[in-house]
């Protein structure tokens, strides 16, 4: 079969892959904790899940505008400006199903041969992979461990061209799980006075999920709420990942092409869904609030049960689920942990050269399972390092 050369400049995720071999080996008896999916282990809250079978019944079973039902753009709109202070209207809102599209649909429409794409790595795979199947050139902005995973802001200022359109940003992050603080994004707006050609994608799906202090938005800033592109959705606060909704706050020059790109691709999300997600975002908090205080327990668990393996050096989250330990001490490869972890520990995570390739040396965990199965892990971890350092 013949097909575009742009098709091998695509990556996956190698989570679902991992998911993959671990299902197998289960398949063949074999007991495995999975730390390696980014999932809420929780039920999607009940008046969420009876809002949409309300819907259901109701009707919500055809097709919809595009952008999304106006009344959730209203719900999302009024959320944004009491979440984050920055004042939205419905109309700069798009919904689609899950928040991978709102990736697509903007790199979509500013990537193109000559142009750069500034990206957090280690990150989220999908966003290098998409920039470089777009044709424009992907432009790491690295996240070291002793400044704790945030942007080098030094080294990121050397990087924004003439040719730079877009500077993506991921907080709370993954894998790492830092969160940016409203100085580091001070920073990055100073740089771009005098640049209106330079958009800033926003992820904040993990927003909800911080430990101490609070969540940041670049586009609260002076001046950026007009290049700020907010990424949100529902799978994370609300354990609704196979609800597949999510969303994007745009400037509004952009809406159309967005919406162009949507009508192209996937016509709209699903009516009934999206019933249930003004639920989400009206009704009461207090299953995020106990999602939350729950995977704080759990790392702290993680975090300093990682510490206690030799060769292992884990800093605490601080916030999203994951945990990104340096296992340079163990000598061991990052591709190399993954699959001996797996196959001789019975633990499923991920290399972190997955996240790109500033991530060799590092492992992503993630700590969406229960207190007892991730001390379990961490012990089956801890001989596994202790039989490969003999």
């Known amino acids: ?65 595009t952008p999304g039902l106006p009344e959730l753009r209203e719900s999302i709109a009024r959320n944004v400006g009491e979440t984050r202070g920055v004042a939205v209207s419905p109309n700069q809102v798009v919904v689609t199903p899950g928040a991978k599209p709102i990736m697509f649909y903007t790199i979509l429409a500013l990537a193109q041969r000559g142009v750069e794409i500034i990206y957090p790595n280690p990150g989220f795979p999908i966003f290098e992979s998409m920039i470089k199947f777009c044709g424009a050139k992907a432009v790491p902005m690295r996240l070291l461990e002793e400044k704790g995973y945030h942007p080098d802001i030094e080294d990121l200022a050397s990087k924004i061209n003439s ?70 959705g529902f799978s994370k606060s609300y354990a609704m990942t196979g609800w597949r909704l999510g969303y994007g706050v745009f400037p509004e020059q952009l809406v159309p092409h967005i919406v162009k790109l949507a009508v192209n691709s996937v016509s709209c999300a699903a009516s009934f869904t999206q019933r249930a997600a003004i639920k989400a975002l009206e009704g009461t908090q207090d299953p995020v609030r106990d999602m939350v205080e729950e995977f704080g327990r759990r ?17 605490e989250p601080e916030g999203a689920f994951y ?17 001996r972890a797996l196959n001789e520990a019975g633990v499923a995570l991920l290399s972190g050269t997955s996240f790109g390739a500033f991530g060799e040396g590092y492992v992503r965990l993630s700590y969406a399972n229960s207190q007892e199965n991730i001390k379990k892990a961490l012990e089956r971890l801890g001989s596994f390092v202790s039989r490969a350092r003999r």
């Not at 830092?178 to 799906?205: P, Q, T």
């Not at 668990?301 to 800093?315: F, K, N, S, V």
């Not at 296992?327 to 190399?336: A, M, R, V, Y």
């Open 1 to 65: 079969m013949v097909v575009s050369r742009k098709m091998m400049s695509l990556g996956t995720e190698t989570a679902f892959e991992v998911l993959a071999k671990a299902r197998a080996l289960e398949a063949q008896g074999k007991e495995i904790i999975h730390l390696e999916i980014g999932e809420p282990d929780f039920d999607t809250p009940s008046h969420i899940v009876e809002e949409g079978a309300a819907a259901l019944r109701q009707g919500y079973t055809h097709y919809g505008p």
């Open 163 to 232: 040719r730079t359109r877009l500077i993506i940003i991921n907080s709370p992050q993954n894998p790492t799980g830092s969160v940016m603080s409203r100085e580091d994004l001070e920073a990055i707006a100073g740089m771009l006075k005098g640049r209106d050609d330079i958009y800033v994608l926003s992820d904040e799906v993990y927003k909800d999920i911080i430990y101490q202090g609070e969540h940041h938005t670049i586009a609260s800033l002076p001046g950026m709420v007009d290049r700020t592109i907010i990424l949100d």
């Open 299 to 315: 790392r702290k668990i993680i975090a300093e049960g990682l510490r206690q393996i030799p060769g292992i050096a884990c800093p």
């Open 323 to 339: 945990a990104f330990p340096s296992i340079k001490g163990t000598g061991i490869p990052s591709q190399e942990f993954q699959e």
